[in-house]
């Protein structure tokens, strides 16, 4: 078969790499869509293992776990960023595979991926890369208060730490491990913002809307979309920000953009994820193509359409705190006065044990005006505990 022309029909099997909440959707997507799916995963109880027809139980960088998800896929993809590029540079050499492992590269290394921003011409906050005690001692005192972030393996805002002085920083990388990490200035955010885009293999591209994103304690919590989210200069600047990234990485597959807006009104782009994003599941509900499905379709090479919001929207992560009383005794949330709201869908992982700060599912909330959506939504939240915003 012609590895980069034919188009992969349903009935073909088509494989994820990593089996968290992200491949768990994208395998429902696919198989709504008659394909059957294959998920490579340690983890028995994986999200995506459980429902998916097979599950290949093994490490990322196991010879024979990958030659049998080769074997039995016609295309894969990964669902998170941390999955060894060389894996997927193996893979490719016999399948179809979007994302390139250059791409989840970059996008794994905070240092590669400012570098790749430069590049595009996409500003970035001010930033230096701090390998050696020498690039420690030589960080300039503009730089303060920063945030220093781990280079690799950071997610959910694991791998950072605040720091005011020179001081501090020292002892913040010295608590990280003497890791190679990125120092970021500390930036007057007005809000954040994400975009969704979805690349072919022939360069074009269609996108989401521009998401507007509140984060709390590093974690995304409530993503809201509709037209009157930002202003529309702002999001204009934010989709062809994205669409350079996206084209200069000659991207394959769905990549989500994150950016910060600085209360001056500026845009910088903050980083990149190669794969859907938490800040795009609202396209489940409130698009007529979803964030999983753009991710099917660009890997089987079935046309990219651009997608159309239908529906104003916001979404709820749920995380594993509402899942605790007061005084941590544990607690069934009261799906069923939810669910009696109009216009709200809920997303649960199938994760058995919740845990604080842990991402258990998400709620999207439709309606038919910003304002009614946010009434539903903010009356959703007062039921299951989340803070009003
Ligand atoms: P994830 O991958 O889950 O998005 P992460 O661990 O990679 O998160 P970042 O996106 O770098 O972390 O940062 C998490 C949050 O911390 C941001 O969304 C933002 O709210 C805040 N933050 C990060 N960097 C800065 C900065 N330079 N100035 C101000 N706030 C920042
Ligand atoms: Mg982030």
Not at 38 to 61: F, K, M, N
Not at 151 to 156: E, I, N, Q, S, W
Not at 315 to 331: E, I, R, S, T, Y
Request: proline share 6%.
């Amino acid at each position: 078969m012609n590895k980069s022309q034919d188009v992969i029909l349903p009935g073909a099997t088509l494989g994820v790499l990593g089996g968290g909440q992200l491949g768990r959707m994208f395998v429902q997507k696919a198989q709504s869509m008659g394909y059957f799916t294959a998920v490579l995963d340690p983890d028995a109880t994986s999200p995506a293992g459980l429902v998916s027809h097979h599950h290949i139980r093994t490490g990322y960088e196991d010879a024979q776990g990958l030659a049998e998800i080769a074997r039995l896929c016609a295309a894969i993809t990964t669902e998170f960023e941390n999955v060894p590029a060389a894996a997927l540079e193996l893979l490719a050499q016999t399948r179809r595979v979007s994302p390139a492992g250059s791409s989840v590269a970059i996008a794994q290394d905070r240092a590669a991926e400012k570098a790749h921003f430069v590049a595009c011409g996409v500003p970035v906050a001010p930033h230096a890369v701090i390998e050696t005690p020498e690039q420690l001692a030589a960080v300039p005192a503009h730089l303060l208060p920063g945030i220093l972030k781990t280079a690799r393996m950071g997610y959910d805002g694991k791998g950072q730490a605040r720091v005011q002085t020179a001081a501090e920083l020292a002892a913040a990388w010295q608590d990280l491990g003497r890791v190679p990490c990125v120092l970021e200035k500390m930036l007057p955010l007005a809000h954040e913002c994400s975009v969704i885009v979805a690349r072919a293999q022939d360069g074009s591209s269609v996108h989401l809307p521009v998401q507007r994103n509140l984060h709390r304690g590093g974690i995304l919590a409530v993503t809201e979309v509709h037209e009157e989210n930002l202003p529309p200069a702002q999001a204009q600047q934010a989709l062809e920000a994205a669409k350079s990234v996206a084209d200069g990485l000659q991207y394959v597959g769905v990549l989500c953009v994150e950016f910060f807006v600085l209360q001056d009104g500026s845009l910088v782009v903050n980083e990149i994820a190669p794969r859907p994003h938490n800040s795009g599941h609202y396209s489940q509900d409130a698009c007529d193509v979803s964030q999983f499905e753009l991710q099917l379709r660009c890997m089987t090479g079935l046309p990219l359409v651009q997608p159309r919001l239908h529906s104003p929207t916001i979404m709820l992560n749920l995380l594993g705190d509402l899942w605790f009383a007061q005084g941590d005794a544990p607690l069934t949330p009261a799906w069923e006065r939810v669910l009696a709201l109009p216009g709200c869908h809920l997303h649960l992982y199938g994760k058995r044990d919740a845990k604080r700060g842990r991402k258990m599912g998400h709620l999207n909330v439709t309606g038919a005006t910003p304002a009614a959506v946010r009434a539903t939504a903010l009356k959703a939240a007062a039921i299951l505990g989340i803070a009003p915003f």
